[in-house]
């Protein structure tokens, strides 16, 4: 046996005053399984939920089965008492009782169930030179040359002139038809290739190709786009102009994969912010007797600054809160002014090969457990919720009681560029608020990379929020 050397003065010195992040898997080797077991229900999600309200009617079949009832404003809870929240369809609030009065606040875990994608314009159909093509506009901060030679599935709803909801999903099951965006050959992209990067493929390039084929009769003007309307007639029985009583949304077809040989990442479209959506479901629903009330919200609209009524700019979220408070005839004032916010989000992981836009010392890493993000925002923190140091110490030393590897990010280098999260719309409220989520590769991209083990441990962090 070697002989172990000696530790130095100042080697322990270093010890006791400096701090790395651990990397997960070397120090705790054994989570890489529980990890990888927690994922698999991660990824049914992932590909059972590719729009907002397909993740709240998953939900809500998971909350259902688990005890939840619809909040009713005019009883009274107990705690462990679960109650949940519907917005139009595509937001949803969740409760578990605490036994503490509301007074004395509420722990609130908040995250996004929107993605970006290609939503399809009002008046989407049309043919050229015998093909048939969606028009679309895209939503949210997308690359755009991403999007080009991808499958693509369609989903959404459409609202009949009779007032019926139908739900559109194509590419998705086994033997569907997936759609696309085509992009030139190299042999004839001399020009293209001459362009920023930010038009490789231009708003109005990004077409959907629907048909090809037309419909045989000479009296048809357009007879690929009849074709392709017929299709969608006798599957769905709608005409073109249901297309204006429509969300459709053009999403990736590619189902959740794992990635690398040792399987450690998970490839999948909508990981921002599903993963944390999932997480945050999964700590809700196994929350059982909280110490404070707990208000999980999986919100709509983040990707576009958080606006309509259906994202967190708007009143629905306080609304909730009051409606919990009047359960207890407790003052709201006084339930937000004691709540603390997880602000549910994932970060820019540290990719090597562009290493140039990160700064070392403040970048999360894949596989170093969830990333605590103090501020997010833009030149000099501008739009950004700048969690306090009482708020970073309560949350750290949350998760280092339950044993959660955590780190510390920020959204890249100065001055590289920036973005923003539901923090601010929380902490607007008067609420003590800070981001945490999963460190996230080719974030936005149509196959986003996220690692097993920071899943787990996000999750395991939002479990401690809530029992803490
Ligand atoms: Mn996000
Ligand atoms: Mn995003």
New binding site residues.
Partial sequence: MAEEKEKSVGKKLEEELTWKFPHIGQEAPQQVEEAAAFCEGYKEFLDKGKTERECVKLAVELLVKAGYQELDVTRQYQPGDKVYQVNRGKALLMTTFGEKPLSEGVRINGAHID??RLDLKPNPLYEKSDIAYFKTHYY??IRKYQWGTVPLAMHGVVVKKNGELVNICIGEEAGDPVFCVSDLLPHLAAKQNERKLSEGLRGEELNIIVGSVPYVDDQVKEPVKLLALKLLHDKYGITEADFFRAEIEMVPAQKAVDVGLDRSLIGAYGQ??RVCAYTALMAEIETVRPLHTTVTVLTDK??IGSEGNTGMNSHYFSHYIEYLAQTQGADPKAVYGNSMCLSA??NAAYDPTFSEVFEANNSSYVNKGCVLTKYTGARGKSGANDASAETMAKVIGIMESEGVYWQAGELGAVDQGG?GTIAKYVSHLNIDTVDLGVPILS??APFELASKLDVYHTYKAFKAFYKN
């Fill in positions: 993605s970006p949210g901060g921002d912010d983040e990707e989000d994932v973005g974030m936005h």
